[in-house]
C-alpha cells in the first residue's frame, strides 16, 4: 500500500476523533476529469483536511519552505505536494500544476494565497485560476471551517463543505481581468457555502 492510500484509511478517521470533522457536498467532485479545488485557507491543517475529505487523490501547492528540511519535503512529495516559490513568478509550480490537470487530476489551490488570520475571507487572486482556465478544469469551490485552532481551542468542529462546479467561459482566456472576474465569482460561491454551514449551526441550537 502506497503512503497516500494509507494515510486516506488513517487520516479519516484521526479527523473525526480530534477535529469532529463534518463533510458535505463530496458528491459535488468530478469522478473525472481535470478538476481544481479551490478553497479558503486557515491554518496548516487545511491540506491533509481537504485531502483526506476529497473523493479523488489531491496534489498541492505548498510553500517552498516547508520542503525543508528534505525528509519532511520527501513525505509531503509523497503525500502530492509540490513546492511554490511564493511572492514570484515561478514557472516550475505552474508547469507542474498544469501537468497534474492535463494527465486529468485534481490540483487543489487557496486563492487568497495566505492563511487567514481572522478568518474572514480574503482577496482571491485571479492567477490561482489561471490553470484550470488553461486546462478547461472544473472549478469546485469549497469552504474549510475550524480549523484554526488557535480561535477554535479545546475539541474543535470541522467542517469542509464542497460546492457544486463552477460556471465559466473556458475560452474566456487567462487575461488579468478575466481572471480577477473568475476570482470574485469564486469567493461569492465560497461565502453562500459559508452562509450554509452558519444556518446549520443555527438549526443545531434550535
Do not use: Q
Not at 487520516?11 to 463534518?22: D, G, H, S
Not at 516550475?92 to 487557496?110: H, S
Not at 468542529?157 to 462546479?165: A, D, E, M, Q, T
Amino acid at each position: 500500500m502506497s503512503l497516500y492510500g494509507f494515510c486516506e484509511i488513517i487520516f479519516p478517521w484521526i479527523f473525526k476523533i480530534w477535529l469532529r470533522w463534518e463533510l458535505f457536498g463530496r458528491e459535488n467532485i468530478p469522478a473525472e476529469g481535470p478538476v481544481v479545488i479551490a478553497a479558503n485557507h486557515l491554518s496548516l491543517l487545511d491540506p491533509p483536511v481537504l485531502g483526506a475529505a476529497a473523493t479523488r487523490k489531491v496534489h498541492f501547492m505548498a510553500k517552498s519552505e516547508l520542503f525543508k528540511p528534505a525528509w519532511f519535503g520527501a513525505l509531503i512529495r509523497k503525500l502530492g505536494a509540490f513546492p511554490v516559490r511564493r511572492g514570484a513568478m515561478d514557472r516550475d509550480a505552474i508547469k507542474t500544476g498544469l501537468t497534474i490537470l492535463k494527465e486529468n487530476k485534481v490540483l487543489a489551490v487557496f486563492p487568497e494565497g495566505t492563511r487567514s488570520k481572522t478568518g474572514e475571507l480574503g482577496r482571491a487572486g485571479g492567477g490561482a485560476f489561471m490553470m484550470a482556465v488553461k486546462c478547461k478544469a472544473k472549478i469546485v469551490p469549497a469552504y474549510i471551517y475550524g480549523t484554526d485552532l488557535k480561535r477554535h481551542p479545546g475539541w474543535p468542529k470541522v467542517r469542509v463543505i464542497f460546492g457544486k462546479p463552477m460556471e465559466y467561459d473556458p475560452d474566456m482566456g487567462t487575461g488579468r481581468e478575466s481572471l480577477d472576474e473568475l476570482g470574485a465569482s469564486w469567493k461569492e460561491e465560497v461565502l453562500k457555502l459559508r452562509k450554509a454551514v452558519a444556518i446549520e449551526d443555527g438549526n443545531h441550537r434550535c
